[in-house]
């Protein structure tokens, strides 16, 4: 038969099956951190990754692209930190987001999740701790122990205060692997050096305990062997007995001599501590005594990194094969194996006890058996308490107990017994029972309270039958314990707890007979029955039938009470509940008509008999509900016709809902049925709807009743909105019959949809005793001749007057000629124009007149006006046309007044006479026109005249345009008359200029001659002079020499040059001569005519030594030695003699040189003159 095994081993998975490289299988590059994520490090080649395996879901491991030093996740969420050199890192996997960074001054060579929130940090001196939250930076906790410096961290555990720290380190030493410890008090601000490997911290309740205590536990192995310490840290809790310490040895086969632990993990729920080698050996010891339970190798490879393996309140690791193991106990098996393999019974009753374990039935019994009849009850009902499973906790066991005598000035047996039973748990159903019966009996109900409060009574049925006898209340928390929904509700109404019925009934899921229960509640307190058929009402669908729930209502005639719980129970208006609605409904119309009436103002119900319910209505005198429910048009128009009972607004509204010719019937049901009474609402109505019943159908509607007074009302609620010319129209007329006459100023004056014609052919046959909405409408409308006929014909001259006077004294000019259309006396038109003091146009009174020739009828007004000082354009243009048809001496008003305008005028004056035409332009710089008028009427003196003296040169550009035809005759007259007339330079320059400008060189040849060359002011004038010389070079040559020749107020060099440049030679060498510029003369010969003879000549007349010197280099050029060198002497230059030594060695001319160089050293001392003058002698 197989051996018993105490304890569960499995494989979880094998890393290296999901695709994680053996390479990446190690302490450095897997953390684990919890049960649920294993977090590697991977890199192959130059990609790093980090693979997060969820050890919910193995087969799909998240990877991603990160290149990190370390990574840890988080014990519970999928938050990851990484570290990277100093830079430490926090993220949010699933929602992609950092939470927060932190970079360290130190290296950290270890961290690690010791919470959810937080981490500790470990550098080469100090450890910190890091919270996530916030942005709180890591904190200093402690400093390292000397005694871990050189050590390489493997670990960092805390108690669950985070009060008691530890650091892990191990160390190689003289061939084996020391471990190294400090613990840290954090209360005490203290460490403790502990020589060790692996540790860990467990709370642990020992019995007898109120509390737990905080053991540490911590295991070494060193050269005398290996040891496992138990011991509470810190002071023990108030009440608590201390903690003994343990110590047991730990074996390690001699087949590995250098095996050690490298972790462990305690398990609270079972009071036991797992504990792995690095060779793969799990030892598993009992908190409690220190006792080895089991020892056994799970593991071929070390397992380097392990964790608490929550499912089973065991321990998870990896190992270097990639494996994923967990060991736990196997609780079926344990307490068996404890016993049987191990022999000590005693720690399995402890262990099973602990742990609720079976296997350890028969010592129970056994020694239950033994203390019960040895009298000690106390003890066996300790025993019994204890017992796993409850297998001493029966109704035997309770009547042994009862069978037992008592013993003098003790407790009973049985007392004693449920007091144990009540300190450590809770009693069963039979215990429950046989305890409530002694205390009821007793009469100690508040006992049974407080133990139901304290859940140490087990509730059912019988209990809460036993205690109902006696507390209803106590029975009924029996009951709703014990979930006995039938008597929790029988409870519930026997103390008139109603409302609740319901919410427990569904909490229970509970149906029982409601209307039964109903009908008993409304018997006694209707109040509370109808909250509680509200309650049953609440849900979809609801718990009892609504039209039941009615009938119990009406069974006692409470309609108010009815009529709330319905508006209730039908708040959603369904359509499978419409003959309820009309129930409702009928009930009230025919007891509380203002109730029916609110219900169906509210508009809660659409699906009750709307025709039942309408003449219900209309008998209840609710005519708006009757109305807003009756189809049959002959329905509503026996109801509509009584208006004294509806409400203006409603009505009005409700005709919005009427067809259009329903809404039509009505209202001429209305009117017919009391017209004094009905006109102001229909007016309400059609006003609202006249665009949908049509305008032009109401006020027909309004007509056949002959009431304009309607009419009126009706359409001057449109007329300010309405863009009809028939609306406005009818609303004069209207307004006309009521004797509305300023309603008919209003609209006339201020609508412009009417038809003008149609209202003033209206306004005239109606004859009013006011003509003031006749004449606003002419004036608007432009109707001002003909207003002014009517008004005169029908002797209404007063109301000419008032127009012009008061209405609009603009219109003046059109009375004014309206007047004299009718041959009215020119005394009432003056009169009438000099009352008139408003604001009107004289332009367009004198345009008025003078269309019919009657201008001067305004002579003495404009006369008059001009005396009082007015300037007004218009005023001075109406007399200047006076003066001009008259003319009364015209051309001097003309030319004296500075008011009129000018284009005015001189347009009026083209036909009359062009000549004053010319004035009236001229005097207001009318330059285009009066241009215009001279080119039509050949007054080309006049136009030559104002240009020269205007010395616009836009207006010369203008004239001077090629495409002008009349340019020629106009420039002939500038020539002629207008330049020989004017005194002024200005005048003569702005004309020259624009000749220029217009490239008019024979043009101004010719202008330039009669100014310069004929006797006039301008003739000795430099510039002119200059101009008419470069003129003609440019234009006319052969005038030049013409020109050189008569003027001598030019300047001469500038001419000249310009004439070379020209290649004018003879008249450039005219200049010179002429200036007596002698060297520029000869050059000129020299060097353009290229004559040396007429050079020789020049210079013999004028003897000058600057010539004969010009001459004599250009002789020397062309190799005339003896002339150049009889030309130099004449000059008496020596300046060239080397150039001539030159020359007349090359010809043999040493006489000539002789002369020469005699010549030149009386001038100049040099040593070369007197050598060549010997030599030449010598040649001689």
Not at 583 to 605: H, K, T, Y
Not at 775 to 796: A, G, P, Q, S, T
Request: charged residues 25%.
């Amino acid at each position: 038969m197989a051996q018993v095994m105490p304890i569960r081993f499995q494989e979880h998975i094998q890393l290296t099956n999901i695709g994680i490289n053996s390479a990446n299988i190690g302490f450095s590059n897997i953390t684990m951190e919890s049960d649920k994520f294993i977090c590697i490090r991977e890199k192959n080649g130059d990609q790093s990754q980090v693979v997060i395996v969820d050890m919910a879901d193995t087969q799909n491991p998240m990877r991603r692209p990160i290149s990190a030093d370390s990574a840890i996740m988080n014990p519970s969420s999928k938050v990851i930190a990484l570290k990277a050199g100093k830079t430490l890192q926090i993220f949010n996997l699933e929602m992609k987001s950092k939470i927060k960074a932190h970079v360290s001054n130190e290296d950290v060579t270890f961290w690690k999740w010791i919470s959810v929130n937080t981490i500790a940090l470990v550098t080469e001196n100090t450890v910190y701790h890091w919270p996530m939250e916030g942005d709180a930076l890591p904190q200093k906790v402690f400093d390292r122990h000397s005694t871990l410096k050189g050590c390489q961290i493997i670990n960092y555990r805390t108690d669950e205060a985070m009060k008691w720290l530890l650091l892990v380190g191990i160390s190689a030493q003289q061939s084996r692997v020391v471990g190294a410890m400090q613990l840290y008090s954090v209360d005490r601000n203290v460490s403790q050096p502990i020589e060790g490997h692996a540790a860990a911290f467990v709370p642990f309740k020992m019995e007898g305990n109120k509390s737990e205590s905080n053991i540490f536990a911590f295991s070494v192995r060193n050269q005398t062997g290996g040891k496992l310490h138990i011991i509470e840290v810190g002071a023990p809790a108030e009440g608590n007995t201390n903690f003994t310490k343990k110590t047991a040895d730990v074996f390690f086969p001699a087949e590995a001599p250098n095996d050690f632990p490298v972790a462990m993990q305690a398990s609270k729920e079972h009071g036991l501590i797992y504990m792995i080698t690095k060779y793969g050996y799990i030892h598993l010891y009992d908190i409690e005594s220190g006792k080895c339970i089991y020892m056994n190798r799970i593991s071929g490879d070390t397992i380097f990194v392990t964790a608490p393996h929550e499912a089973s309140n065991g321990i998870i690791g990896v190992n270097r094969k990639g494996q994923v193991l967990s060991v736990s106990i196997d609780e079926d098996n344990i307490v068996s194996y404890i016993t049987n393999t191990l022999k000590d019974p005693e720690l399995a009753l402890k262990v099973s006890v602990r742990c609720n374990l079976a296997g350890a039935e028969e010592l129970f019994v056994r020694r239950f058996n033994m203390l019960f009849g040895q009298g000690q009850y106390s003890e066996a009902a300790k025993v019994a308490a204890s017992a796993p499973k409850g297998i001493l906790r029966t109704p035997q066991t309770i009547q042994r107990f009862q069978q037992c005598p008592s013993q003098a000035g003790q407790a009973s047996p049985l007392l004693q017994y449920f007091s144990i039973l009540l300190e450590t748990s809770q009693l069963n159903k039979a215990e429950s029972l046989e305890l409530a019966r002694p205390v009821l009996q007793q009469g100690r109900n508040q006992l049974l309270e407080k133990w139901l409060v304290e859940g140490k009574l087990e509730c059912s049925e019988e209990l809460g039958d036993l205690i109902k006898v006696h507390d209803s209340t106590l029975a009924l928390s029996v009951y709703l314990r014990a979930n006995i929904p039938n008597k929790v509700i029988i409870c519930f109404a026997e103390t008139n707890q109603f409302q609740k019925i319901v919410l427990y009934a569904k909490k229970v899921s509970y149906t029982p007979d409601y209307i039964f229960l109903l009908r008993n509640v409304m018997r006694s307190n209707p109040e509370n029955g109808t909250s509680f058929a509200g309650m049953l009402v609440q849900d979809d669908p609801p718990l009892a039938d609504i039209e039941s729930i009615t009938n119990v209502f009406m069974e006692q005639n409470l309609i108010p009470n009815c009529t709330s719980f319905l508006l209730d129970a039908l708040k959603n208006n369904k359509p499978e509940e419409g003959h309820l609605q009309t129930r409702l409904l009928e009930m009230n119309l025919m007891s509380a008509p203002q109730v029916a009436d609110a219900i169906l103002g509210n508009q809660m119900f659409t699906h009750y008999d709307r025709a039942h319910i309408a003449q219900l209505c209309e008998q209840a005198q609710l005519l708006q509900r009757a109305l807003e429910h009756y189809t049959d048009i002959f329905d509503i128009k026996r109801a509509i016709v009584h208006t004294h009972l509806l409400k203006p607004e409603w009505l009005v509204e409700y005709f919005g809902t009427l067809s259009v010719d329903d809404s039509l019937e009505c209202l001429k049901a209305m009117l017919t049925a009391n017209l004094r009474q009905n006109l102001q609402i229909c007016v309400q109505v059609a006003g609202k709807y006249h665009e949908q019943l049509g305008t032009t159908k109401l006020i027909e509607l309004f007509e056949s009743f002959k009431s304009f007074e309607g009419l009126f009302y009706f359409l001057g609620s449109i007329v300010n909105f309405s863009q009809e010319a028939e609306v406005h129209f009818r609303y004069i007329q209207a307004a006309c019959k009521t004797g509305q006459i300023k309603e008919v100023e209003r609209i006339c004056r201020e609508s412009s949809c009417y038809d003008p014609e149609r209202v003033k052919n209206f306004l005239k046959e109606a004859k009013l005793a006011d003509q003031l909405p006749l004449i606003i409408v002419c004036d608007r409308f432009n109707f001002v001749h003909d207003l002014v006929m009517y008004l005169y014909k029908n002797n209404l001259q007063k109301y000419i007057e008032i127009y012009v006077q008061k209405v609009n004294p603009s219109r003046l000019p059109a009375v004014v000629g309206g007047l004299l259309d009718v041959d009215c006396g020119e005394d009432v038109v003056k009169n009438l124009i000099l009352t008139v003091r408003g604001a009107f146009s004289t332009d367009e009174l004198v345009e008025e007149v003078e269309k019919r020739n009657r201008l001067k009828l305004l002579m003495p007004w404009l006369e008059g006006r001009v005396h009082e000082g007015i300037n007004e354009p218009a005023t001075h243009n109406a007399l200047a046309k006076i003066y001009i048809d008259s003319n009364n001496n015209p051309e001097r008003f003309l030319k004296e007044n500075t008011f009129y305008e000018s284009e005015v005028i001189g347009k009026y004056c083209e036909k009359r006479d062009p000549h004053l035409a010319c004035v009236a332009y001229e005097r207001g710089n009318c330059d285009l026109e009066l241009i215009r008028v001279c080119n039509e009427n050949s007054l080309f003196k006049y136009a030559a005249r104002h240009l020269v003296r205007r010395r616009d040169p836009v207006m010369w550009e203008h004239v001077l345009d090629p495409e002008n035809t009349f340019r020629r005759p106009l420039i002939d007259q500038v020539v002629q008359t207008a330049l020989s007339e004017t005194q002024d330079a200005e005048d003569v320059s702005t004309t020259v200029r624009a000749f220029m400008a217009a490239d008019l060189p024979n043009e101004l040849i010719e202008l330039l001659e009669k100014i310069v060359l004929e006797n006039s002011v301008f003739s000795d004038h430099r510039n002119l002079q200059n101009l008419l010389i470069l003129t003609a070079v440019k234009a006319d040559p052969t005038r030049v020499m013409e020109y050189i020749t008569r003027l001598d107020n030019y300047d001469a060099p500038d001419i000249a040059n310009i004439a070379i440049t020209n290649e004018l030679f003879e008249e450039a060498f005219a200049i010179f001569k002429k200036f007596d510029v002698n060297t520029s003369a000869v050059q000129v010969l020299i060097e353009h005519v290229k004559n040396l003879d007429r050079a020789y000549e020049f210079a013999e007349r004028c003897n000058d030594p600057t010539v004969w010197s010009e001459l004599a280099r250009a002789q020397l050029s062309s190799g005339a030695v003896k002339e150049a060198i009889d030309s130099f002497i004449k000059a008496d230059d020596p300046s060239a003699y080397l150039d001539v030594i030159e020359a007349a060695r090359n010809n043999d001319g040493y006489e000539d040189m002789v002369r020469y160089l005699q010549m030149a050293r009386k001038k100049a001392r040099e040593a070369i003159i007197e050598t060549e003058l010997v030599f030449a002698y010598a040649k001689v």
